[in-house]
């Protein structure tokens, strides 16, 4: 959003995220079964709505087009608390994943995240 800072195009959805594997996190993440970022995807912000962490990481597009899941535990990543926002620049050529984190008090098996992509 700095030196452009007009959205074009505007993509909001949720991502349900476990602590079992790696989840895209992208707005059509539930509405599709081939999830991808927003074509010409400037920023991305997201909304941890649950109890727990939410780990983050990232990969690089493929020569494919395809992107590869993170292959390490959700230790070695940033972790955002509960109710926390997170807002980046991010293109389209780089994917975002969450992986939900259990803490201490709390039960829950995962959480919902509210992703919003901005072109």
Do not use: C
Request: glycine share 12%; no cysteine.
């Amino acid at each position: 959003m700095y030196g452009n800072n007009v959205a074009k195009t505007v993509r909001n959805g949720i991502a349900r995220v476990g602590p079992g594997a790696w989840t895209r996190l992208v707005a059509n993440a539930i509405t599709t079964t081939s999830p991808a970022p927003l074509e010409n995807r400037q920023w991305i912000r997201i909304q941890h709505r649950g109890t727990g962490g939410l780990a983050i990481a990232y990969s690089n597009i493929n020569a494919d087009g395809t992107f590869t899941a993170p292959t390490y535990s959700a230790q070695g990543a940033i972790v955002i608390p509960a109710g926390s926002m997170l807002q980046e620049p991010l293109g389209p050529t780089v994917m975002m994943w969450g992986r939900w984190t259990n803490k201490i008090n709390t039960s829950d098996g995962g959480t919902k995240v509210i992703v919003t992509e901005y072109a």
